[in-house]
Nanobody
C-alpha cells in the first residue's frame, strides 16, 4: 500500500516562497513518478509539476513560468515542490501524487495517477 503524506503548506505573503514536501511510504519509491496538482475553490484540479522515476526528468504546468521547481530525494523517499514569487491566485489545496506506470503524455491528467495525498493548504495573502 502506497501512502503519501504532504507537509509544508501554510500562509505566505505575496512574493514569498514556500517548499512543500511529500513523503512516500510503502513503495519502491525510485520506480514511481511523483508530482503535484492543485485545486482552488470552485476550480478544477490543475497540474503543477511532475518528476519521472528514471532519469528524473521534470515537467511543469503552463502557468508555472519558472516560479516552481520539483525535485526528489530517493533516499528519503520524498518529492519536493519549491515555489517562489507566490501570488494570491496560487492559493489552493496542493496534492501530491504518485504513479508507477504513467506515460509522458498523461502527466497532466489527474485521473492517471493511482496514489494521492490528503492535500495541504497554501494561502497567499497579505
Amino acid at each position: 500500500q502506497v501512502q503519501l503524506t504532504e507537509s509544508g503548506g501554510g500562509l505566505v505573503q505575496p512574493g514569498g516562497s514556500l517548499r512543500l514536501s511529500c513523503t512516500v511510504s510503502g513503495s519502491t519509491f525510485r520506480t514511481y513518478t511523483g508530482g503535484w496538482f492543485r485545486q482552488a475553490p470552485g476550480k478544477e484540479r490543475e497540474f503543477v509539476a511532475a518528476i519521472r522515476a528514471n532519469g528524473g526528468s521534470t515537467h511543469y504546468g503552463s502557468f508555472v513560468k519558472g516560479r516552481v521547481t520539483i525535485s526528489r530525494d530517493n533516499a528519503k523517499t520524498t518529492v519536493y515542490l519549491q515555489m517562489g514569487s507566490l501570488k494570491p491566485e496560487d492559493t489552493a489545496i496542493y496534492y501530491c501524487v504518485a504513479d508507477r506506470g504513467i506515460i509522458l503524455s498523461s502527466l497532466p491528467n489527474p485521473s492517471q495517477y493511482d496514489y494521492w495525498g490528503q492535500g495541504t493548504q497554501v494561502t497567499v495573502s497579505s
